[in-house]
């Protein structure tokens, strides 16, 4: 019954994602847009989620086996957060960052080559393929969410310094709280990121005698790993805050990004 039905479900959700994106960035200039940034944003979401349903009922197992299946579960999970407490707040300043990125995501999902069967790796490297994944998304989850408030902190850094305050201005939480949570959300990823990296380098060595494997998603990775822990560092170290904390964490969250859809298609070994 499903058969077929991913793709059109998933296309109307991208559909929806841009209107509201366009909407959401309207914000930044007037006002007016706000209804229909909220309920486009969640009706998309709403068909977003009964795309990955209707993947995983499809398929019978994770949607973790190739970048197609990747890119719909991980624009999922950077929205859901912000549907969850838009509902909750009414406060959408975060949206006019995230719903470009999820827009942009999901179209990219949509042209890229449709996932096969799941490999066939045995019960111990499988269980570390979908640790892996799963656990290095989430530190995504919390690291793009850091650059997303690194980046509200920029624009009410900039409303303040140029008294040009922009219909946003109002919406956005103090410089303090946005630079405390940022902070927090690479305290929360870091970790997550760097237990990621290990299973994968784990199924690495089980799977090919090498713990090491020369793969420029492997180095950009580890790329990543050490911007984040120097962050954090430097933050611990020196109480390091404030727009040049900021900048790092928007030149961060674009390194993921690009890792995610550049870098991935050198590699030789990684699916997604």
Same mark, same amino acid.
């Given at each position: 019954?499903?058969?077929? =039905?991913?793709?059109?479900?998933?296309? %109307? +959700?991208? $559909?929806?994602?841009? !209107?509201?994106? /366009?909407?959401?960035?309207?914000?930044?200039?007037?006002?007016?847009?706000?209804?229909?940034?909220?309920?486009?944003?969640?009706?998309?979401?709403?068909?977003?989620?009964?795309?990955?349903?209707?993947?995983?009922?499809?398929?019978?197992?994770?949607?973790?086996?190739?970048?197609?299946?990747?890119?719909?579960?991980?624009?999922?999970?950077?929205?859901?957060?912000?549907?969850?407490?838009?509902?909750?707040?009414?406060?959408?300043?975060?949206?006019?960052?995230?719903?470009?990125?999820?827009?942009?995501?999901?179209?990219?999902?949509?042209?890229?080559?449709?996932?096969?069967?799941?490999?066939?790796?045995?019960?111990?490297?499988?269980?570390?393929?979908?640790?892996?994944?799963?656990?290095?998304? =989430?530190?995504?989850?919390?690291?793009? %969410? +850091?650059? $997303?408030?690194?980046? !509200?902190?920029? /624009?009410?850094?900039?409303n303040l310094r140029r008294k040009a305050f922009s219909p946003l201005y109002h919406a956005l939480p103090s410089l303090e709280w946005l630079d405390q949570t940022a902070g927090r959300m690479v305290a929360i990823g870091f970790p997550l990121l760097t237990l990621g990296v290990t299973a994968g380098l784990t199924f690495a060595s089980r799977t090919w005698s090498t713990f090491w494997p020369a793969d420029p998603k492997v180095l950009f990775t580890l790329l990543l790993w050490l911007t984040y822990g120097s962050y954090l560092v430097m933050r611990k170290a020196r109480q390091w805050g404030g727009r040049w904390a900021a900048w790092w964490m928007v030149g961060a969250g674009t390194a993921i990004l690009v890792n995610y859809f550049v870098i991935n298609m050198a590699s030789g070994v990684h699916r997604f």
């Open positions: 019954m499903t058969a077929g =039905l991913v793709t059109p479900v998933a296309g %109307g +959700a991208a $559909v929806l994602y841009t !209107l509201g994106a /366009v909407a959401h960035l309207t914000l930044f200039f007037r006002r007016g847009y706000e209804g229909l940034a909220r309920w486009s944003t969640r009706a998309a979401w709403a068909a977003h989620t009964t795309a990955l349903a209707l993947l995983v009922a499809e398929s019978g197992r994770a949607p973790v086996y190739s970048l197609y299946e990747v890119s719909l579960l991980l624009a999922w999970l950077l929205l859901t957060p912000y549907v969850t407490v838009e509902y909750v707040k009414h406060n959408q300043s975060a949206g006019s960052f995230l719903t470009p990125i999820i827009a942009a995501v999901l179209v990219m999902s949509l042209i890229l080559p449709r996932p096969g069967e799941a490999p066939n790796l045995g019960a111990h490297p499988e269980r570390l393929v979908l640790w892996h994944v799963g656990v290095t998304l =989430l530190g995504y989850l919390f690291l793009l %969410g +850091a650059s $997303v408030a690194g980046a !509200l902190y920029l /624009v009410q850094d900039r």
